[in-house]
């Protein structure tokens, strides 16, 4: 008889329960309420997207994370069953003690722990200890503080200080704890320039706003300064992430400097101007302020001779800490050089893999003009009857120095034709060259969407630094509930700092040379909101903007790799070469490119001159990182390729596995959604059937052929009674409605089956649970026979 209490048939849950906890709680002593939590989610799991559908990848949990208190996590525990052997688990826990940035991971199976200390300098990094041997609560946090050097008492009560107990129960995500921390840390050991690279959309409000609770609650830093360079940063962080310093806190305003707060607020052009009264910051003390935090740093601060840089110089004595999500502006400006290096790191890139991000397609559009240039015929006039100057007129020039009417409603075609076939209501933004660009862009997509913007003149609306009526709408935009407006154009009001978390759509169709604005730009789509079905983006790209991917810390390997051939100039298309002092270049005596330096800009408007799409690709950000450019199938078809070399390959790691379910969610987490290749290939067949055709070029039968070829072959002669009744249904529910219903008992509760019995007695009719589970794979394997 089987013994129920041997540990190798016991669930991981029961190791746990029986075993592993006792040891932590009972015997180590740790505190079950306030030092341990258990199955914690460090991840959301990535989203990956196919067509118009997606799924979440799996997240990634930690068993127990061990804490010291609720904001300094010590050490990370992964269990296994008592199946697996002592060390199984310790590869997995020290993955998540990483991203914990916590030195202790530990394994165990029942028996006993695997401990892996990074924090030793010399001697075994790991070593083994029986139940009864693991570390209490103080010997870890001694370790720890040792690990850290901290070592006097003011030190440790600044980092031991707690972060805000939120009402809700906000609480930092792994990262967000992980610059929170390593801020106090450096801070406590007299670092006074701290700089923290987090990308758009992760919540550098939300960070700051606990470092700046930890310092000030622990009594570490008494007077702080939050600046940003919008008004709009300052106004959504004094009533959102900040609220909780009540009437401890202000915002400089007016010209006025209150000196009876202690958190202040302030839009560095509201402290600072070109004369000397208009100093306001000069108004304080150098050294009033204990700690400056800047928002948004790469805007200014990095500049010597920025208003930003003034500030922060005055009040050189406070801590001060640079939050940005692009550490350096240009090749020659850079916040590195003013604060340090950064103390920690977020990037676009891992918080998409780690779910906390959208991923997104990119759509690049080539315009026929944009390629190949324009040049106007000797002595030609614009349609205001300007003479324009002859010379070859390129994509940089396009709505800068010529505007070719014709791009523009070209461009208006596309972005509509595009909502068309997604969302008409979805949040867009469109990035113009100028304000003009943004007014005549506007009056172009109205004209392509009139029957919505005759219902409701906010469906389009311009949104630029010029306009009160585009201004005052920006709130209604950024809300989420909000239908209106949808659709928005703008130069450079919405860049940076404006939360949009339902924008689906941006549209790039201006010039952007600078990675900083570039990346900016992008941030606001990467916000996720699950509940409107914002889980991912689209770029739509007229401007060969994303060419700017080729930043390895932000996405990865190069997007374009281009290798000439034969007599192919070495200088890829499009691309003008190193361009002279004054921005131009001359091509066989005509001048290229933007007019020189400090000449007065004219702008010739042309009406008469045709431009025509020449491509259209799409794009998507795949499970390594890298953009993909491959239709579904192909994609699929590598996908599956990289796992399985031959159809046989996969036919036996089908056929052998004991739930095939879980071979599909490994499929799904290869970032192969099912469901759109569903769409493709056909919704009667299985996963299997999908696979095989789109991977291996199997001919795909559907679920109704599979179960018929099972029928005829008489399989079910061997079953008699109720046994046989049950897999002649359960056979029909497969064909109907497809596989999981055979691998999952609970199918046994709804119809037809209630009228056979209970679950227990329908199991009982074959002979108990081991013989029923038999029955189902014996089916399974007839199912793919003919495979």
Known sequence: MLNIFDKKNLTERDICTKFITPAIVETAGWDRDTQLREELSLTKGKIHVRGKLYSRGTQKRADYVLYHKTNIPLAVVEAKDNSHTIRSGIQQAIEYAELLDVPFAYSSNGDGFIEHDRSVSSGPVEHELSLHEFPTPQELWRRYCEYKGIDNPDEKKIYAQDYYPSPENKTPRYYQLTAINRSIEAITKGQNRVLLVMATGTGKTF??????????????????????????????????????????MTKIQNR????????????????????????????????????????????????????????????????????TATPKETEYVSNVDYFGEPVFTYSLKQGIEDGFLAPYKVVRIDLDKDLTGWRPEKG????????????????????????????????AKKISEFLKATDRFDKTIVFCEDIAHAERMRSLLINENSDLY?????????????????????????????????????????????DVQTCKLIVLDKRIQSMTEFKQIIGRGTRINEAYGKVYFTIMDFRKATELFADKDFDGDPVQIYEPKGDDPVVPPDDPGEQPEGGEVVVGGVQIGPQGKGQRRTKYYVRDVEVNLVAERVQYYGKDGKLITESLNDYTKSAVNSNYASLHDFLNRWTSADRKQAIVEELENEGILLDALAVEVGADYDPFDLVAHVAFGQKPLTRHERAENVKKRNYFAKYEGKARVVLEALLDKYADEGLTNLEDPKVLKVQPFDKYGTPLEIIQAFGGKEEYSQAIRSLELQLYEAA
Not at 230 to 248: E, H, M, Y
Not at 489 to 497: A, E, N, R
Request: proline share 2%; aromatic share 12%; hydrophobic share 35%.
């Open 207 to 248: 960070t700051s706003f606990q470092i700046i609770w930890r310092l000030w609650k622990s009594g570490a830093k008494k007077r702080i300064l939050f600046l940003a360079d919008r008004n709009i940063l300052v106004d959504q962080t004094r009533t959102n992430d900040f609220k909780p310093f009540g009437s401890a």
């Open 454 to 498: 005759s219902l409701n003149s906010k469906y389009i609306m311009q949104i630029t630094g010029d306009n009160n009526e585009g201004k005052a709408e920006l709130d209604n935009f950024i809300l989420p509930e909000s239908k209106y407006p949808a659709i928005v154009t703008t130069s450079k009001l919405l860049s940076t700092g404006v």
């Open 256 to 323: 006025r400097a209150d000196k009876s707060y202690e958190i202040y607020l302030a839009l560095y052009q509201a402290i600072t101007g070109t004369e000397e009264q208009q100093k306001i910051y000069k108004q304080f003390s150098k050294d009033f302020f204990d700690l400056i935090v800047v928002d948004e740093c790469h805007r200014g601060s990095a500049e010597e001779d920025s208003a930003w840089r003034e500030i922060l110089e005055y009040f050189s004595g406070a801590t001060q800490i640079g939050m």
């Open 380 to 411: 030609k006039k614009d349609r205001y009857g300007k003479v324009i100057p002859d010379r070859i007129y390129n994509q940089s020039d396009f709505d800068q120095e010529l505007v070719l009417e014709k791009r523009n409603e070209l461009v």
